[in-house]
């Protein structure tokens, strides 16, 4: 009987234990219905990212009825941007050439729409402008870009490609093109795309940034107030010269401290190329900081003048059928693991009008709503130990007694 007690009793300290690491959330908003039961979206507000891990896995919807708390599942979206593309590789003819120019046609699959015209050379180092017309009898022929830059450079500092040549959507079923050229191309192979991009929902981001020089490298410092979900950084360039430059950008992890102080250390977000040739805004996977470094490599040339760095977030939005009632959402855990809703695999029944949801005032949680284990000091845990070995001893020399 006394080692069903104790039994009982270690179980509930270990019960009480767990049940406290499930109300762990720090934070929670209260959310407001303006209507009856529907699909609603929910908003999530910049300062809230402060407070939430970086893969946003601790985001939970709790409806609390009477003594009961029902977690209601969502679908989480963040509006960046994002393309679907079908590709055409279709077969060269008419291919003709005259000095550094070259020539040659491509016919399309009847009624197909195209908007990108990708080349492959054999050459590695070039300067060229290509042009673009189009028919449907191949009698009468119609501009469809002109002059658009295609470069490629590779040595042993640079090595840079683009020759990848955008255009107004166009339905013809042939398209002549021709390649004007420094040197004398040789044509390996080419395809058309028609890409469809779908715009993404974004906010301008509060931020200050600073650039210094470090023998041949910009340094760009961009810092935000709070902690928010980077994912385009719009780069504005006063250079009137053509540029190609190797970059690198880094973001700030949480600081650490060391024996020697506090740092915060740099992570790998992104490598790429700045050039005169793109718009330069860069496109990362979002991402959680206040803190993000770029690096210019400049290599012999003068640095780069920078007129302005701009963050942008996306709209990061929670998705669920909601009805009226005691709703609030929680965040701010470090031992909850990313849930698994099957809302998730049924994306295309929910439907695209959805009504908005607002969350109210953020809201601490106290330490005393966290339900506390039973045996929070350790001397307990050992002293509960330590009687039940005397007491299964002293039981054990009875039993023994007994037979004897």
Same mark, same amino acid.
Request: glycine share 4%; proline share 5%.
């Given at each position: 009987?006394?080692?069903?007690?104790?039994?009982?009793?270690?179980?509930?300290?270990?019960? =009480?234990?767990?049940?406290?690491?499930?109300?762990?959330?720090?934070?929670?908003?209260?959310?407001?219905?303006?209507?009856?039961?529907?699909?609603?979206?929910?908003?999530?507000?910049?300062?809230?990212?402060?407070?939430?891990?970086?893969?946003?896995?601790?985001?939970?919807?709790?409806?609390?009825?009477?003594?009961?708390?029902?977690?209601?599942?969502?679908?989480?979206?963040?509006?960046?941007?994002?393309?679907?593309?079908?590709?055409?590789?279709?077969?060269?003819?008419?291919?003709?050439?005259?000095?550094?120019?070259?020539?040659?046609?491509?016919?399309?699959?009847?009624?197909?729409?195209?908007?990108?015209?990708?080349?492959?050379?054999?050459?590695?180092?070039?300067?060229?402008?290509?042009?673009?017309?189009?028919?449907?009898?191949?009698? =009468?022929?119609?501009?469809?870009?002109? +002059?658009?830059?295609?470069?490629? $450079?590779?040595?042993?500092?640079?090595?840079?490609?683009?020759?990848t040549v955008n255009f107004t959507s166009s339905r013809y079923r042939y398209l002549k093109v021709q390649v004007e050229a420094d040197a004398r191309l040789?044509?390996?192979?080419?395809?058309?795309?028609?890409?469809?991009?779908?715009?993404?929902?974004?906010?301008?981001v509060k931020s200050v940034w600073s650039v210094k020089q470090v023998k041949n490298q910009s340094i760009i410092l961009i810092k935000t107030p709070l902690?928010?979900?980077?994912?385009?950084?719009?780069?504005?360039?006063?250079?009137?010269?053509?540029?190609?430059?190797?970059?690198?950008?880094?973001?700030?992890?949480?600081?650490?401290?060391?024996?020697?102080?506090?740092?915060?250390?740099?992570?790998?977000?992104?490598?790429?190329?700045?050039?005169?040739?793109?718009?330069n805004i860069l496109e990362v996977p979002t991402t959680i900081t206040n803190e993000i470094k770029l690096t210019v490599f400049n290599r012999d040339n !003068?640095?780069?003048?920078?007129?302005?760095?701009?963050?942008?977030?996306?709209?990061?939005? $929670?998705?669920? +059928?909601? +009805?009226?009632?005691?709703?609030?959402?929680?965040?701010?855990?470090?031992?909850?693991?990313? !849930?698994?809703?099957?809302?998730?695999?049924?994306?295309?029944?929910?439907?695209?009008?959805?009504? +908005?949801?607002?969350?109210?005032?953020?809201?601490?949680?106290?330490?005393?709503?966290?339900?506390?284990?039973?045996?929070?000091?350790?001397?307990?845990?050992?002293?509960?130990?330590?009687?039940?070995?005397?007491?299964?001893?002293?039981?054990?020399?009875?039993?023994?007694?007994?037979?004897?």
């Open positions: 009987m006394i080692t069903r007690y104790l039994t009982l009793l270690l179980l509930l300290g270990i019960t =009480s234990s767990s049940f406290g690491q499930k109300n762990s959330f720090q934070y929670k908003r209260a959310i407001n219905l303006p209507a009856a039961e529907d699909w609603y979206s929910i908003s999530l507000p910049e300062e809230i990212f402060s407070h939430l891990q970086p893969d946003f896995s601790d985001l939970r919807i709790f409806s609390i009825i009477d003594k009961d708390t029902v977690e209601i599942p969502y679908l989480l979206e963040i509006k960046t941007r994002s393309s679907t593309e079908e590709v055409y590789e279709l077969p060269v003819f008419n291919l003709s050439r005259s000095g550094n120019s070259l020539s040659f046609t491509l016919e399309l699959p009847e009624g197909k729409t195209v908007n990108t015209l990708h080349l492959d050379f054999k050459e590695k180092n070039f300067n060229a402008y290509v042009s673009i017309e189009g028919s449907d009898d191949r009698k =009468s022929w119609h501009p469809v870009e002109s +002059k658009q830059r295609i470069l490629a $450079l590779d040595n042993n500092s640079v090595s840079f490609l683009s020759t040789n044509l390996e192979k080419s395809f058309l795309r028609f890409v469809q991009n779908k715009d993404g929902t974004y906010h301008s902690k928010i979900p980077v994912s385009q950084i719009h780069l504005d360039l006063e250079n009137d010269n053509d540029f190609y430059r190797n970059y690198t950008l880094e973001y700030a992890l949480d600081s650490i401290q060391t024996s020697s102080g506090w740092y915060k250390p740099l992570r790998t977000l992104d490598q790429g190329t700045l050039t005169s040739l793109g718009d !003068p640095p780069l003048a920078f007129r302005s760095v701009r963050l942008y977030r996306p709209e990061i939005q $929670l998705t669920a +059928k909601l +009805k009226p009632g005691t709703l609030f959402l929680f965040y701010g855990s470090k031992s909850v693991r990313t !849930p698994d809703y099957d809302i998730v695999r049924f994306q295309n029944r929910i439907p695209t009008e959805r009504n +908005k949801a607002e969350l109210l005032a953020e809201e601490v949680i106290p330490d005393k709503a966290t339900i506390k284990p039973l045996f929070t000091d350790k001397l307990w845990l050992w002293g509960i130990i330590a009687i039940v070995i005397i007491v299964l001893g002293y039981l054990t020399i009875q039993m023994i007694s007994s037979r004897k």
